[in-house]
């Protein structure tokens, strides 16, 4: 198999789930508070540039596990329970984002999208940022660890 680059593997995954705009995202939100963000950086990352409010914040290495329905219970993220749940994964600028929407539709959730161009987009198109971090989940954030 030739070895592909991050972009690569983006476009693969976008051509599985589909992506949004920024104010396609921000219409959903306000229409359905059930609709879970989720981004996929890392906390560090998040706490530098800011993420949309109300975000989940779980790094693309630990939503593979955080998702996985046999994984204990403990390492489980509790909002990722249903998977008919209107989800919108992003990142800083895509393709993390597209990585995680596929890796979630390919775990079983039905209802995934991913925001085009990021973070980034989302602060261009004026909409609001958080730096908190108290949606931030991780293990050890969790004391599960």
């Given at each position: 198999?030739?070895?592909?680059?991050i972009?690569?593997?983006?476009?693969e995954?976008l051509?599985?789930?589909?992506?949004?705009?920024p104010?396609?995202?921000?219409r959903?939100?306000?229409q359905n508070?059930?609709t879970?963000?989720i981004?996929?950086?890392?906390?560090?990352?998040?706490?530098?540039?800011?993420?949309?409010?109300?975000?989940?914040?779980?790094?693309?290495?630990?939503?593979a596990?955080?998702?996985d329905?046999?994984?204990p219970?403990?390492w489980?993220a509790p909002?990722?329970?249903d998977?008919?749940?209107?989800?919108?994964v992003t990142?800083?600028?895509g393709?993390?984002?597209?990585?995680?929407?596929?890796l979630?539709?390919e775990?079983?959730?039905?209802?995934?999208?991913v925001?085009?161009?990021g973070?980034?987009?989302?602060i261009?198109a004026?909409?609001?940022?958080?730096l908190?971090k108290?949606?931030n989940r991780?293990?050890?954030?969790?004391?599960?660890?």
């Amino acid at each position: 198999m030739a070895a592909k680059s991050i972009k690569q593997m983006a476009m693969e995954a976008l051509k599985i789930v589909p992506s949004i705009s920024p104010v396609e995202a921000q219409r959903r939100l306000e229409q359905n508070p059930y609709t879970l963000v989720i981004d996929v950086r890392d906390a560090s990352d998040i706490a530098v540039a800011g993420t949309i409010p109300g975000a989940l914040n779980i790094s693309l290495g630990a939503l593979a596990y955080q998702a996985d329905i046999e994984a204990p219970e403990l390492w489980r993220a509790p909002e990722l329970a249903d998977r008919e749940r209107p989800i919108i994964v992003t990142c800083m600028l895509g393709p993390l984002g597209a990585l995680g929407g596929r890796l979630l539709h390919e775990m079983g959730f039905g209802n995934i999208a991913v925001l085009d161009g990021g973070v980034q987009a989302w602060i261009a198109a004026g909409l609001p940022v958080t730096l908190s971090k108290s949606q931030n989940r991780s293990l050890v954030e969790g004391g599960k660890e």
